[in-house]
């Protein structure tokens, strides 16, 4: 069996997750002498690439001292909270990094909390020591204290530190002593992240996240919790609500780097993606077709926010965009139901527009710059809040 360690990087944003993610997979040879690594590969797509933030989860592994270490992105906003807890899903431990001058902040804060709630144990890396003024000793006891007031575990606040500068590729054990590499935060993920259990018995994997692809269609991505997945497998999807329905697996793949690499058959503890599934959803469990059983569901935050979302009726009607109908903009959004969890749809007395609910306005505002950006014209109503009374 392949050693495997699955953990997930925590970080506000622009304390450098990003960074440190490009200098680990150069520390472990990724890229080649002919690819020169570009800026920030983890934040590929454009709208994350010009607001500097992480709006979408990804994974990437790499090899290392002999055990494959899947590293997966996390959101550091909490407008995109629905893709923070399916990712904890996946993990067995989290790299929380934090900005040796600023220290915790808030956002870090809610991705922290889903983690401790998850009982995984982090591994603190105080990152940007090379700041002037920065205050590493005290940043390391603001965390413990942070960690203290969200009701952590003994196990969880004897966490392991390691400090350094993501942007110029090292860290170490003291930030006193700067080394010339990145292995003393490879070494600690290796010491205290625990390895997935893996179970024998029937096959149980979560889906976690969905991808598309023009080819292949969806693609479920999820870590295998029980069991072997085997290319041509038939297999039971259980969904939220207890259905059940019979489906078969096509193909397999694995992370490797950035990419995926077609595979036959996946371990339990790895994280894959499967292709061939029908009509699922996230959350739903891929289990045995004979004694199907579900692993229980993810709790995604509810959304706080709404818009109303309408067709273009002004003069400047058609000059924008190509994709104009309000049946154009209703299977778009439909379309984004599929892959984001946090949003809402709602239809309206009216065909042309839709009230649309959100977790917050970036959340929103970023999927309407997408649409934009696909070529869908559309009139955006202003933001509401809101309310709702509790034993009121």
């Given at each position: 069996m392949q050693k495997i360690r699955n953990v997930a990087i925590i970080a506000h944003v622009d304390h450098g997750k990003t960074t440190l993610v490009d200098k680990i997979l150069q520390a472990c040879e990724f890229f080649k002498d002919h690819e020169k690594p570009g800026e920030l590969v983890m934040d590929n797509n454009d709208i994350e690439k010009e607001r500097g933030i992480t709006i979408l989860s990804k994974n990437v592994s790499v090899q290392y001292k002999g055990t494959k270490i899947n590293i997966i992105d996390t959101p550091g906003h909490s407008d995109f909270g629905g893709e923070v807890e399916r990712v904890m899903n996946m993990a067995d431990g989290v790299l929380l990094l934090v900005d040796a001058f600023e220290g915790p902040m808030p956002q870090t804060r809610f991705v922290l909390q889903k983690a401790l709630e998850a009982g995984l144990k982090p591994v603190v890396v105080v990152n940007k020591v090379d700041?002037?003024?920065?205050?590493?000793?005290?940043?390391?006891?603001?965390?413990?204290?942070?960690?203290?007031?969200?009701?952590?575990?003994?196990?969880?606040?004897d966490f392991a530190t390691v400090y350094g500068s993501a942007k110029n590729g090292w860290m170490s054990n003291d930030w006193r002593e700067p080394t010339d590499n990145m292995f003393a935060a490879l070494d600690a993920i290796l010491a205290h992240v625990p390895a997935p259990i893996q179970e024998e018995g029937n096959v149980q994997m979560m889906i976690t996240s969905l991808d598309f692809s023009k080819y292949t269609g969806r693609i479920a991505i999820g870590k295998l919790k029980r069991g072997e997945l085997v290319v041509n497998q038939n297999v039971s999807l259980v969904k939220r609500?207890?259905?059940?329905?019979?489906?078969?697996?096509?193909?397999?793949?694995?992370?490797?780097?950035?990419?995926?690499?077609?595979?036959?058959?996946?371990?339990?503890?790895?994280?894959?993606?499967?292709?061939?599934?029908?009509?699922?959803?996230?959350?739903?469990?891929?289990?045995?077709?004979?004694?199907?059983?579900?692993?229980?569901?993810?709790?995604?935050?509810?959304?706080?926010?709404?818009?109303?979302?309408?067709?273009?009726?002004?003069?400047?009607?058609?000059?924008?965009?190509?994709?104009?109908t309000s049946r154009h903009i209703k299977d778009r959004l439909e379309q984004e139901l599929e892959r984001n969890l946090a949003m809402k749809l709602q239809e309206t007395s009216t065909a042309d527009s839709f009230l649309v609910y959100g977790r917050g306005v970036l959340h929103l505002a970023v999927l309407i710059e997408t649409m934009r950006r696909e070529g869908y014209e559309l009139q955006i109503g202003q933001p509401r809040v809101i309310i709702k009374e509790i034993d009121g």
């Open positions: 700041k002037e003024n920065c205050t590493p000793e005290e940043v390391h006891e603001k965390v413990f204290d942070l960690m203290f007031a969200l009701d952590a575990n003994e196990d969880q606040l609500d207890g259905s059940v329905s019979k489906t078969k697996v096509k193909e397999l793949f694995l992370y490797d780097g950035l990419a995926k690499v077609k595979v036959e058959k996946v371990a339990a503890g790895d994280i894959c993606a499967v292709t061939g599934l029908e009509g699922f959803e996230i959350g739903d469990t891929i289990s045995d077709p004979e004694n199907p059983e579900a692993l229980p569901s993810i709790s995604i935050d509810e959304p706080t926010i709404s818009m109303l979302f309408t067709i273009n009726d002004s003069p400047f009607f058609g000059k924008e965009g190509k994709y104009v």
